[in-house]
């Protein structure tokens, strides 16, 4: 007997001036099943699920919820007819509580609130879902993984049939993560139908009952639970093989590069950011700090960089006590930084690839022509780099704000990096990147670590903190929990670690 279709998606064609997003594609969701959509950055998977979740019109095709043509004109048709979408960026207000934000804006919701019944009500339902939630909890004093069930709630108390999660494990913990995918089995099994987007081949593997794959907005195949392989999709997403292994050639040097000794700092609210934080990184090491967002990753990263105050210890690159120093004065010291915000802090979006290359540069003589820059030798400097490190763009003269999240990562690896410097700190490096691009940045950070570079990597991905690192530490509440040699850890220590548990590896330095 076949399975009910809760949603079919015949046909959708989307555009937008100079590209079409979607092309003609076919997309349905069973009931009772997890199915997950994959694909490239641009490939198109978020403005499908736009179209379904009512954001955007499609400009061709048709839509069937339950059978029945549906023409969703705004996100409330969508609800109104059983789609509901978690987004990435949770649309929480902090200053309510958990009820106040299920209910807000919702259908039915009368003049005169019993809060006691709704409670209740939202206490039930959580209950059956194994959506664990103080229901009269404001919302700022929860967790990540608590306010990402608080969005769940909202749309199950909304009635919906069909849950769509963007990316819904990037803020989560290896135990977090599990216990969403047993909640999400749990809905696939009283009869809804779950839309997954992730670009997590081994979550793909570890949930899905089917997944679609989409290639520059056209969906290249859909493929069931039994079918389903890393390597097959791999190149289903990008049309050619990835190699997932990554090879460490030379073991790390006994030279300290950086040596942080009982370092402490403020947060931006004053209170403590990093509480003694002790630990070394070597030439020809990748140190990898792992830890859910907000637990002191990127106060370290601004305290090592210098754009963050020293409240207490030391902070030394080759032995030199650089605490205290400007930004300028420790990238003069052969420090080097790919912050997370890659358009914004790394890049200044409106400038072009050749004043973004040379922005730390500029100074030198080579650069210069009396008070003025050089142009030609900037310009030549650009596309020397450019075409080294395969940066695809427009033009050099174009703003780089136009380019595609993984060149834009490249062309700022392309100008850290051949600053020569003995210290790289990379934070979150392929975060929104897509296979391919996250792929050339690993192999990037490889080459350099066998060049004798010594990398401080900081990311919320244990995948690739894994993959690449010789050691890793665990940051927790601002404090350093743990260092692990990447050999013997494993991903369940790390997550005890992340989430404060006193187990605790080696914290030599």
């Given at each position: 007997?076949?399975?009910?279709?809760?949603?079919?998606?015949?046909?959708?064609?989307?555009?937008?001036?100079?590209?079409?997003?979607?092309?003609?594609?076919?997309?349905?969701?069973?009931e009772?099943?997890?199915?997950?959509?994959?694909?490239?950055?641009?490939?198109?998977?978020?403005?499908?699920m736009?179209?379904?979740?009512?954001?955007?019109?499609?400009?061709?095709?048709?839509?069937?919820?339950?059978?029945?043509?549906?023409?969703?004109?705004?996100?409330?048709?969508?609800?109104?007819?059983?789609?509901?979408?978690?987004?990435?960026?949770?649309?929480?207000?902090?200053?309510?509580?958990?009820?106040?934000?299920?209910?807000?804006?919702?259908?039915?919701?009368?003049?005169?609130?019993?809060?006691?019944?709704?409670?209740?009500?939202?206490?039930?339902?959580?209950?059956?879902y194994?959506?664990?939630?103080?229901?009269?909890?404001?919302?700022?004093?929860?967790?990540?993984g608590?306010?990402?069930?608080?969005?769940?709630?909202k749309?199950?108390?909304?009635?919906?049939?069909?849950?769509?999660?963007?990316?819904?494990?990037?803020?989560?913990?290896?135990?977090?993560?599990?216990?969403?995918?047993?909640?999400?089995?749990?809905?696939a099994?009283?009869?809804?139908?779950?839309?997954?987007?992730?670009?997590?081949?081994?979550?793909?593997?570890?949930?899905?009952?089917?997944?679609?794959?989409?290639?520059?907005?056209?969906?290249?195949?859909?493929?069931?639970?039994?079918?389903?392989?890393?390597?097959?999709?791999?190149?289903?997403?990008?049309?050619?093989?990835?190699?997932?292994?990554?090879?460490?050639?030379?073991?790390?040097?006994?030279?300290k590069?950086?040596?942080?000794?009982?370092?402490?700092?403020?947060?931006?609210?004053?209170?403590?950011?990093?509480?003694?934080?002790?630990?070394s990184?070597?030439k020809?090491?990748?140190?990898?700090?792992?830890?859910?967002?907000g637990?002191?990753?990127?106060?370290?990263?601004?305290?090592?960089?210098?754009?963050?105050?020293?409240?207490?210890?030391?902070?030394?690159?080759?032995?030199?006590?650089?605490?205290?120093?400007?930004?300028?004065?420790?990238?003069?010291?052969?420090?080097?930084?790919?912050?997370?915000?890659?358009?914004?802090?790394?890049?200044?979006?409106?400038?072009?690839?050749?004043d973004?290359?040379?922005?730390?540069?500029?100074?030198?003589?080579?650069?210069?022509?009396?008070?003025?820059?050089?142009?030609?030798?900037?310009?030549?400097?650009?596309?020397?780099?450019?075409?080294?490190?395969?940066?695809?763009?427009?033009?050099?003269?174009?703003?780089?704000?136009?380019?595609?999240?993984?060149?834009?990562q490249?062309?700022l690896?392309?100008?850290?990096?051949?600053?020569?410097p003995?210290?790289?700190?990379?934070?979150?490096?392929?975060?929104?990147?897509?296979?391919?691009?996250?792929?050339?940045?690993?192999?990037?950070?490889?080459?350099?670590?066998?060049?004798?570079?010594?990398?401080?990597?900081?990311?919320?991905?244990?995948?690739e903190?894994?993959?690449?690192?010789?050691?890793?530490?665990?940051?927790?509440?601002?404090?350093?929990?743990?260092?692990?040699?990447?050999?013997?850890?494993?991903?369940?220590?790390?997550?005890?670690?992340?989430?404060?548990?006193?187990?605790?590896?080696?914290t030599?330095?």
């Amino acid at each position: 007997m076949s399975v009910p279709l809760l949603v079919e998606m015949v046909g959708i064609t989307k555009k937008f001036p100079g590209v079409t997003a979607n092309d003609r594609v076919d997309f349905n969701v069973r009931e009772g099943e997890i199915h997950v959509l994959l694909g490239e950055n641009g490939s198109g998977k978020s403005t499908l699920m736009s179209v379904l979740s009512g954001l955007y019109r499609p400009d061709e095709g048709e839509i069937l919820i339950n059978g029945r043509k549906r023409n969703l004109r705004s996100p409330r048709d969508a609800i109104k007819t059983g789609i509901g979408m978690v987004h990435q960026h949770f649309k929480l207000i902090e200053s309510f509580s958990v009820a106040e934000n299920v209910i807000l804006g919702g259908d039915g919701t009368p003049l005169v609130l019993n809060k006691k019944d709704i409670e209740n009500n939202l206490a039930q339902l959580s209950e059956r879902y194994g959506l664990s939630i103080n229901i009269s909890a404001m919302v700022w004093q929860l967790s990540v993984g608590e306010k990402q069930r608080v969005e769940i709630i909202k749309m199950l108390y909304r009635g919906s049939q069909v849950l769509v999660l963007d990316e819904p494990t990037a803020i989560l913990t290896p135990r977090e993560a599990e216990e969403l995918f047993e909640n999400l089995r749990r809905m696939a099994a009283a009869g809804r139908g779950i839309v997954l987007i992730t670009h997590k081949l081994n979550e793909v593997i570890a949930i899905a009952d089917r997944v679609t794959v989409l290639r520059r907005g056209k969906a290249v195949a859909t493929l069931d639970k039994k079918e389903i392989n890393r390597r097959d999709l791999a190149w289903l997403m990008v049309g050619q093989d990835v190699v997932f292994q990554s090879r460490k050639k030379n073991p790390p040097g006994s030279e300290k590069v950086l040596e942080l000794q009982n370092v402490n700092c403020h947060s931006d609210l004053g209170l403590s950011g990093l509480t003694d934080i002790n630990f070394s990184v070597y030439k020809g090491e990748i140190f990898g700090i792992a830890g859910v967002a907000g637990n002191g990753q990127r106060e370290l990263a601004e305290v090592v960089t210098g754009l963050r105050p020293v409240n207490g210890g030391k902070l030394l690159i080759n032995g030199k006590d650089v605490t205290g120093l400007s930004p300028r004065r420790i990238m003069d010291h052969g420090v080097a930084h790919v912050p997370e915000d890659r358009l914004g802090t790394g890049l200044i979006p409106n400038l072009n690839a050749i004043d973004n290359l040379i922005i730390k540069d500029y100074r030198r003589e080579l650069l210069r022509r009396g008070p003025l820059i050089n142009r030609r030798t900037a310009r030549i400097n650009a596309q020397r780099l450019t075409d080294r490190f395969e940066v695809s763009l427009r033009s050099l003269e174009a703003p780089v704000k136009l380019m595609s999240g993984g060149n834009l990562q490249r062309l700022l690896l392309a100008r850290e990096i051949t600053s020569q410097p003995h210290l790289l700190i990379a934070v979150y490096p392929v975060r929104g990147l897509d296979i391919k691009a996250t792929k050339a940045v690993h192999d990037l950070l490889l080459e350099q670590r066998e060049q004798g570079m010594a990398i401080l990597l900081i990311s919320e991905d244990l995948e690739e903190i894994f993959k690449l690192s010789d050691r890793i530490g665990v940051l927790c509440g601002g404090r350093l929990a743990g260092i692990i040699p990447a050999e013997a850890a494993d991903v369940e220590e790390i997550g005890l670690l992340m989430m404060g548990s006193d187990k605790a590896g080696d914290t030599a330095s």
